[in-house]
């Protein structure tokens, strides 16, 4: 547990000295655990004066809501939105006056987000009225950190704030401008903390991190071929070249604009049948569709017939 900004939180449990005493016996058979991860809590129970003092704070935020007519001057001059809005702050300091202020931040689902950054999107501290967290904006705010993918907020009179955040899942590396970076199934850019990500595909390329889910769906297809891929360029924005093979130099691999899918099952299906990849060949260019483009590596190219290829021609996109 750690205490920043007057507001503690922690991960995967109620934060209170009640819930601390019982931290050891989540997850034990008998004690009441729930198994390592589950949310433990104690039911609190509003006492009487408090769901007196809640009846008393519902009625007047409806009057503020509905409940107030004003003539047309009050309206066109701003008047009556002034006067609405002072009393929705009388309201809201009535509502801390008698009870309901911040009292926890409980935050579930956290594992890769900084703490740091959750507390600086959240903008609430102990003692703050709950009823004045606008909902909204502090969702909008949390839905901008990188690593957080959707994120709920409720309030749990009469003092807790719950937060469920779910993160993204980086799926590949980009490289761009000598620098790495984690990108999810959305494309989105996450983080450039990659220690623990070493062993995800690499690609490069202007544009890449919006094409990284077609890219791994492309290579999941055919699992042997995806063990010997090193890297992926994301070339001219509209197709990939893959190098196999993680060694110095290794095999590109140029797929077409059309049909990349088709060509890296007939990849596939041909080194099954012929070894293609187990020819001394630096280059295997496949953007003809009834044929492949072989350089040796001595250098010298080749035109070899793939057999039949189900993709169609499609001039001038891969010239």
């Known amino acids: 547990m750690r205490r920043m900004s007057d507001i503690t939180i922690e991960i995967d449990d109620r934060v209170s000295a009640q819930s601390e005493r019982h931290m050891s016996d989540i997850g034990k058979p008998g004690k009441g655990g729930h198994g390592p991860g589950r949310l433990y809590m104690h039911r609190r129970w509003l006492s009487p004066l408090q769901r007196k003092r809640i009846r008393h704070i519902t009625l007047a935020v409806l009057v503020v809501g509905g409940g107030l007519v004003f003539p047309a001057w009050m309206i066109r001059s701003g008047t009556a939105a002034r006067l609405v809005d002072d009393l929705h702050q009388q309201t809201i300091a009535l509502s801390g006056r008698a009870g309901f202020r911040v009292e926890e931040i409980f935050v579930e689902g956290r594992a890769r987000t900084p703490r740091e950054q959750i507390v600086g999107a959240l903008q609430i501290k102990r003692g703050d009225p709950i009823l004045g967290i606008d909902l909204a904006a502090t969702r909008q705010r949390l839905e901008e950190l990188s690593w957080v993918k959707t994120a709920t907020i409720e309030r749990r009179l009469p003092g807790v704030v719950h937060l469920l955040i779910t993160e993204r899942n980086p799926i590949v590396l980009w490289q761009n ?10 494309g ?12 995800l595909p690499l690609m490069v390329g202007e544009g890449a991190p919006d094409h990284a889910a077609e890219l791994i769906d492309l290579l999941n297809a055919e699992p042997e071929l995806k063990k010997r891929v090193k890297a992926a360029q994301w070339v001219g924005d509209r197709r990939w070249n893959v190098t196999l093979d993680r060694t110095s130099g290794g095999i590109d691999i140029r797929l077409p604009e059309e049909d990349p899918l088709i060509a890296w099952h007939d990849l596939a299906k041909l080194d099954r049948e012929q070894s293609l990849l187990e020819r001394k060949v630096t280059l295997i260019d496949m953007r003809l569709p009834d044929r492949l483009v072989l350089r040796s590596t001595g250098g010298a190219e080749e035109s070899a017939i793939a057999g039949p290829m189900k993709r169609k021609p499609h001039p001038g996109k891969d010239a």
């Open 177 to 186: 401008q000598g620098k790495y970076y984690l990108v999810d199934h959305d």
């Open 188 to 199: 989105q850019v996450v983080g450039d903390e990659i220690d623990e990500y070493a062993d």
